[in-house]
């Protein structure tokens, strides 16, 4: 009988110890095979261990998330930086496109509406000359080889602008109506009264020649006599902004202010011949 | 009891690493890699207790049914000491599929278990992912386990253990 079960120990204490395993599992519930011990002494003995093992992931954790992780971040963020200003660079001369191209569709609308022979040009630079800087002149990016002439109109969609001084093959100059040199016959709009409109070296313009009597305002539209064979009837010169009693007590002193806005301009209309086409 | 000294501590330290820092990782499963090394290298009485031992630990961390790993392992334990009365568990090939299937079979039986006692759930992915990493990485934990053996049993002639 011994010998029995000792030839055959393994066998029958895996026996039992399977219907021990079995018993535990089927009265789990009921708490049967000291589990509740067994789980206590369990815990008591990994707890320290589990603690360990947290304490390591967090340093490790730590280690990768402030220092590991972060080496690749610096070169990350070098080429964020990169892209960052090619877009910022990309976007800006995007936008000088949209700006350009809704100035040239302004030009263009401006120039059907005028119906006459006309040429687009870009204003390639300013020049101011004289000790007080009061000689105003603009080149442009059209010459003799565009079939620009001197004496020619320049004019943009919200006014007058000059006429061409100077023409070389490739360039011309624009004498601007804020130029003491410069002269156009003009209306006041609402009265119909025509007076000189004469540069003055500085910002503003001055309106010549309006007698005391007439009826001339603040805030009146000048508008072009087309009497020098020069501009078009009709294009808007500027807004009278002052008006005082003249020293001479013949004439009123006058002063206007161009529409045009003569210090940013960028691109403009050369007129090649006046009659409507 | 050399076996208890060792791979319970082994046990413990490694399902307390599991069940904290890699609780949805398949991880080779230990108590198979023990019960599977002991029944091919020395089938002893020792071995179906640790297996027992074993089953019942891996139950409380894992929080399935008390008893039912225990059963398996020490099913798994009794099937692996006949078998390997047959076969030389010698070549590392033979070693990680037997290891493959031992692995699957446990967890089958503690399915079965389960089932037994009202919870039915099927076999998942998961189960065969766990079976195949420890099959793959056997070949390691047995070097391992070798080497801590060696150590234990020559501290023990020594009567440091």
């Known amino acids: 009988m011994f010998s029995f079960i000792r030839r055959h120990q393994i066998i029958l204490s895996a026996f039992l110890l399977c219907l021990v395993s079995l018993h535990i599992a089927v009265n789990a519930e009921r708490g049967i095979g000291g589990e509740v011990i067994v789980r206590g002494v369990v815990s008591t003995v990994s707890r320290p261990i589990q603690k360990g093992f947290l304490t390591l992931y967090s340093v490790f954790d730590r280690v990768w998330s402030n220092y590991i992780y972060l080496v690749g971040i610096r070169e990350e963020n070098r080429f964020l930086h990169e892209t960052l200003h090619r877009l910022m660079e990309e976007n800006n001369r995007l936008r000088e496109e949209l700006l350009l191209a809704e100035r040239l569709k302004e030009i263009l609308r401006y120039r059907n509406v005028l119906g006459i022979d006309s040429l687009a040009a870009e204003v390639t630079g300013y020049s101011s000359f004289g000790a007080a800087g009061w000689m105003r002149t603009a080149t442009l990016d059209k010459g003799s080889r565009d079939g620009i002439r001197v004496d020619m109109a320049v004019v943009s969609p919200r006014g007058v602008v000059g006429r061409i001084i100077e023409v070389t093959s490739t360039t011309s100059t624009v004498l601007l109506i804020t130029d003491p040199r410069s002269s156009i016959d003009a209306i006041v709009q609402r009265t119909r009264t025509k007076g000189l409109v004469e540069g003055t070296g500085s910002r503003t313009l001055r309106l010549k020649y309006i007698r005391q009597l007439d009826d001339v305002r603040p805030g009146d539209v000048l508008v072009t006599a087309g009497l020098s064979g020069i501009f078009p009837k009709g294009l808007e010169v500027g807004r009278i902004t002052r008006v005082e009693k003249g020293e001479d007590n013949f004439f009123k002193y006058i002063e206007v202010e161009p529409t045009a806005p003569l210090d940013s301009l960028e691109e403009v209309l050369i007129i090649k011949e006046l009659t409507r086409g | ?161």
Request: proline share 5%.
């Open chain 2, 1 to 161: 009891m050399r076996e208890f000294i060792l791979f319970i501590p082994v046990a413990i330290v490694y399902l307390s690493f599991r069940v904290t820092i890699t609780p949805n990782l398949p991880i080779p499963d230990i108590s198979v890699l023990i019960v599977f090394f002991l029944a091919s290298r020395r089938p002893s009485l020792e071995g179906v207790f640790l297996a027992f031992v074993l089953g019942y630990i891996d139950d409380i961390f894992s929080g399935t049914i008390v008893g039912s790993s225990s059963f398996s392992l020490v099913i798994v334990y009794t099937v692996l000491c006949f078998v390997s009365r047959k076969v030389a568990f010698t070549d590392p090939l033979i070693r990680g599929v037997a290891m493959f299937i031992t692995c699957m079979a446990k967890e089958l039986v503690v399915l079965l278990v389960l089932y037994f006692t009202g919870i039915a759930v099927g076999p998942g992915l998961y189960i065969f992912v766990v079976a195949f990493v420890t099959a793959l990485l056997s070949p390691l934990f047995f070097l391992l386990f070798r080497k801590a053996s060696e150590l234990v049993l020559l501290r023990t002639e020594r009567g440091e253990l």
